[in-house]
């Protein structure tokens, strides 16, 4: 405890004097006054509890002997009714605490408000995530609908476009095997012809016979080539198909991959410790469609498949009507031919026996149909 003040009545307040029998001084002689002690009051400090003190020393006047038996300076302290003047009175102290209890109280106002305020904001937002999430789960629901249905088009259309696929390949055997076969009788034609260039003299005419089996090897040879040709245009069909069914798988393959991820974050939740945080990813915008456009791009991969099926239907109808015609064509040429040698022959017999070789060689009506 620092050393405040004593009263001036203490004994060892003043200088150390020569205690002696002389009590009064000589008579006639005034006694001489020195004030050894100067009253100073302490300033107005604000801890009311502890005032400052200072210490000054005394400028005295001392006499040789008192100088020479002090040898510490002395304190001057403060006059008895100092420290008085120095505290504060009752009502500064009433007054001073109500101040800082009104100022404890705003406050505690404040906080409580700013503690009402920061509630109602994480109530407010926690309203408005909820709401958005809601919003967003119903996005993505509609999403993975759009992409279902998207996805089932595509794949309905890459099952029907394989099938056409697999019935053109059919087709294009059946033409390849058909213009294959027409070599047969065409082959007899040609040997029939050269055949009855060995006659002799006036036996060289030019008559039906040689007309009807011009005719047939004209017929056979256009036949193969109509059939080759719409087996090569079949060919090409079936390549552009291909690249329609590569375009569905492709477009297949993105709605997989895109339906994986819409169910996945339609999966997560606010509970779970897998999630993690990526700052500044919404910032980041690297579509490169929008809804419109991207519904656009299936549906014109399903329009271009289905045209495609269509060219190829129509090639099929096509192959199916040439089978038919040149089936017709090649019997009516056949039969003229006969009705020729039996005209050409002398005997009904020796016209059956040149029929029987000729249809060992030839198209019969029945293989003609088999064989288309």
């Given at each position: 405890?620092?050393?405040?003040?004593?009263?001036?009545?203490?004994?060892?307040?003043?200088?150390?004097?020569?205690?002696?029998?002389?009590?009064?001084?000589?008579?006639?002689?005034?006694?001489?006054?020195?004030?050894?002690?100067?009253?100073?009051?302490?300033?107005?400090?604000?801890?009311?509890?502890?005032?400052?003190?200072?210490?000054?020393?005394?400028?005295?006047?001392?006499?040789?002997?008192?100088?020479?038996?002090?040898?510490?300076?002395?304190?001057?302290?403060?006059?008895?009714?100092?420290?008085?003047?120095?505290?504060?009175?009752?009502?500064?102290?009433?007054?001073?605490?109500?101040?800082?209890?009104?100022?404890?109280?705003?406050?505690?106002?404040?906080?409580?408000?700013?503690?009402?305020?920061?509630?109602?904001?994480?109530?407010?937002?926690?309203?408005?995530?909820?709401?958005?999430?809601?919003?967003?789960?119903?996005?993505?629901?509609?999403?993975?609908?759009?992409?279902?249905?998207?996805?089932?088009?595509?794949?309905?259309?890459?099952?029907?476009?394989?099938?056409?696929?697999?019935?053109?390949?059919?087709?294009?055997?059946?033409?390849?095997?058909?213009?294959?076969?027409?070599?047969?009788?065409?082959?007899v034609a040609l040997d029939s012809m050269y055949n009855r260039e060995k006659r002799m003299g006036i036996d060289l005419v030019h008559d039906n016979t040689d007309q009807n089996l011009l005719r047939e090897a004209d017929l056979l040879k256009c036949c193969q080539d109509q059939m080759r040709k719409l087996a090569k245009r079949i060919d090409f069909q079936v390549q552009d198909n291909r690249d329609a069914q590569h375009?569905?798988?492709?477009?297949?393959?993105?709605?997989?991959?895109?339906?994986?991820?819409?169910?996945?974050?339609?999966?997560?939740k606010n509970t779970p410790d897998s999630i993690s945080f990526f700052p500044g990813v919404e910032k980041f915008d690297e579509t490169v469609s929008i809804p419109e456009t991207w519904a656009k791009f299936s549906n014109n991969n399903i329009r271009h498949a289905q045209n495609m099926r269509a060219k190829s239907m129509q090639l099929r109808e096509e192959a199916e009507r040439l089978f038919e015609t040149l089936s017709d064509q090649m019997w009516r040429q056949f039969t003229n031919i006969n009705q020729a040698y039996l005209a050409a022959q002398p005997g009904a017999l020796q016209g059956l026996n040149i029929l029987q070789a000729r249809g060992k060689h030839s198209i019969q009506p029945n293989s003609c149909r088999a064989v288309f």
């Open positions: 405890m620092e050393f405040l003040g004593t009263i001036q009545t203490a004994s060892y307040c003043g200088s150390k004097k020569d205690w002696g029998w002389q009590w009064l001084p000589p008579a006639g002689q005034d006694p001489e006054v020195q004030e050894c002690y100067q009253p100073f009051h302490l300033p107005r400090c604000r801890s009311a509890w502890r005032p400052r003190v200072f210490y000054n020393i005394a400028n005295t006047q001392k006499s040789p002997e008192d100088r020479a038996g002090d040898r510490r300076p002395r304190t001057t302290l403060p006059s008895l009714h100092s420290p008085l003047f120095s505290r504060y009175t009752q009502r500064e102290w009433d007054r001073s605490n109500d101040l800082l209890i009104s100022i404890a109280e705003a406050s505690r106002h404040r906080s409580s408000r700013l503690t009402d305020d920061s509630l109602r904001i994480m109530q407010d937002k926690d309203q408005l995530i909820r709401k958005m999430q809601e919003g967003t789960c119903w996005n993505l629901n509609q999403r993975l609908s759009d992409i279902r249905f998207w996805k089932s088009g595509l794949c309905h259309e890459r099952d029907m476009l394989i099938a056409e696929n697999n019935s053109m390949k059919t087709l294009k055997r059946r033409l390849e095997s058909a213009a294959e076969d027409v070599n047969c009788p065409l082959q375009a569905l798988e492709q477009d297949i393959e993105d709605k997989n991959s895109a339906q994986s991820i819409e169910e996945r974050c339609l999966s997560l």
